[in-house]
């Protein structure tokens, strides 16, 4: 079973640029997350989704942070304009609907802002 | 709010040595738990999880859990540690309310494993 697939891998971008990721998550989770991970820190929430609709964005630095899954399935994150206190590991992760399951991650993007 | 608070930052111990990390959490109900492992530029791996039943987990690469309610605590071990178990481990409390995949994760306990 293919995984969660997240590029690019690594980012390096000046202040005040914009940048995107991009998710693909496992066949049939209906449910996608993505998390900062900031170093030296554990992941935290950004974002959730329930197929193309938003559960939780509570989190969202929503003046420069954007996401979207369209068609419920790939989903991306957009930062615009980044901070330098924006370098960190961005996550994405996926799960069934179910309430019994774990969600699955990908390897992370590493976004370095200077 | 829930929380998990990972009391110790860092860990070495000594290869053939005994293992065991610290996970505290906050939640207003039974949680669901989890136990992370990642290695450096790599993703979160799952170790184990705990939803619900017997209290003692086992989990991958001979890992065990021990949720305790009345403690708030799942503590991690594992009886002999290999030099392949440095990494950075996370505790996780998921919210049972609605997805256990929505994670809640304490700040991590780096492990470093002597020769």
């Known amino acids: 079973e293919a995984g969660v697939a997240q590029s690019p891998r690594y980012k390096i971008i000046e202040k005040r640029q914009s940048v995107a990721f991009w998710c693909n998550p496992i066949s049939g989770h209906a449910t996608l997350y993505w998390y900062q991970q900031i170093l030296g820190q554990g992941p935290k929430l950004l974002i959730q989704f329930q197929n193309n609709g938003v559960v939780d964005d509570s989190q969202l630095p929503k003046d420069r942070f954007s996401a979207e899954r369209l068609k419920g399935v790939d989903s991306t994150l957009k930062i615009q304009p980044a901070k330098l206190e924006d370098s960190a590991v961005y996550l994405c992760?996926?799960?069934?609907?179910?309430?019994?399951?774990?969600?699955?991650f990908g390897q992370g993007t590493r976004l370095t802002v200077v | 709010a829930q929380s998990v608070t990972q009391p110790d930052i860092h860990i070495t111990v000594s290869e053939g040595a005994s293992l065991e990390l610290r996970c505290n959490y906050s939640?207003?109900?039974?949680?669901?738990l989890f136990w992370y492992v990642q290695s450096p530029g790599q993703g979160l791996q799952l170790l184990l999880k705990?939803?619900?039943?017997?209290?003692l987990v086992q989990g991958i690469k001979g890992f065990e859990a021990e949720f305790k309610r009345s403690q708030s605590s799942f503590n991690l071990r594992k009886p002999s540690v290999h030099w392949s178990d440095a990494a950075e481990y996370f505790c996780a409390v998921g919210d049972r309310g609605t997805n256990a995949g929505k994670s809640t994760f304490g700040d991590g306990t780096t492990l470093t494993v002597k020769p």
């Open positions: 992760a996926s799960s069934f609907t179910d309430m019994n399951t774990e969600a699955f």
């Open positions: 939640y207003g109900a039974t949680p669901y």
């Open positions: 705990y939803f619900s039943g017997d209290t």
